[in-house]
């Protein structure tokens, strides 16, 4: 897991389960409220498939790594196209039939990990389009590659406004989503808008679709600023837990602060929405749906 703001430290699931489980969040995440709209537990984790009883199968399987991009980055997490190579290994392994498949689901969920990547690594501006270009491509080809594995509807997540994560707004002590970056990553939405258009007309039925993260994180910040009252999200885009979050010095003090109340903060950490947050976004999709 990504030892950077790692999800397996205090204070990461301290909302639910009550400990750290990997989530990137004080408690569930999307995957969570997703899984329980279509009447099923939350996915077991791959690399718990042997360790779980085989009644946890039915409920599919999460291949997903935190941290990790489209293509090779930093951590040393599986990408997504060794992620598909497991899946294709649990095929092989017949740890579902063909009808499993057919009647499945796959979320395909891309957070900006590869974009974060190039920015680290010194990435030029004027290489910013043809990289994104480039990601959405090899995106589309994983998409591709999970439907030809006998999967009937493959659903990919839209990129979320990017400039509005608290590592953008913090110049602006968390007031303002920062449009450029936002403008900027609105072109990785387009070409994936436009490839999934092309998609679906090639295979006759709309095999795939996009979950659109980016309108429905804007419509709930709208939301606040449409009604100032209400008490929830007081400031959406300032996170609960300030600081380095998860971290902690050589005597084992704190390096983050935690706010007192999660359920009342849209982010959790500079990145990730908290549980409440996720829930706000799922009621957002549900009404785009």
Known sequence: M?????PWKVPYGITFPGKPAGRFSDGRVLTDFLAKSIGIK???????????????????MNFAYGGTGVFPIVVSEPNMTTQIDFFQDIIHEKFYSGSDLHSSVALVSVAGNDYSHYNTTNGSTQGWQPFITKVVNQLVMNMKRIHGMGVKKVVVTALQPVGCL??????SSFQQCNGT??????????????AVIKLNNETKDSTFAILDLYDAFMAVFKNK???PGSSRFENPLKPCCTGSCGSVDANGA??????DDPEAA????????????????????LQEL
Do not use: M
């Open 181 to 194: 970056v936002n403008e900027l990553f609105s072109f990785h939405n387009l070409l994936l808008q436009q």
């Open 42 to 60: 939350s996915p077991i984790p791959y690399r718990w498939r042997k360790v779980v009883g085989i009644e946890h199968w039915k409920n599919g």
């Open 2 to 6: 990504n030892s950077l703001a790692s």
């Open 266 to 285: 849209f982010f959790w950490d500079t990145v990730h929405p908290t549980q409440e947050g996720w829930r706000a976004v799922y009621s957002a999709l």
């Open 166 to 171: 608290p590592r953008s707004t913090f110049t």
């Open 254 to 259: 704190k390096k983050y602060a935690v706010c």
């Open 225 to 227: 600023e449409e009604n």
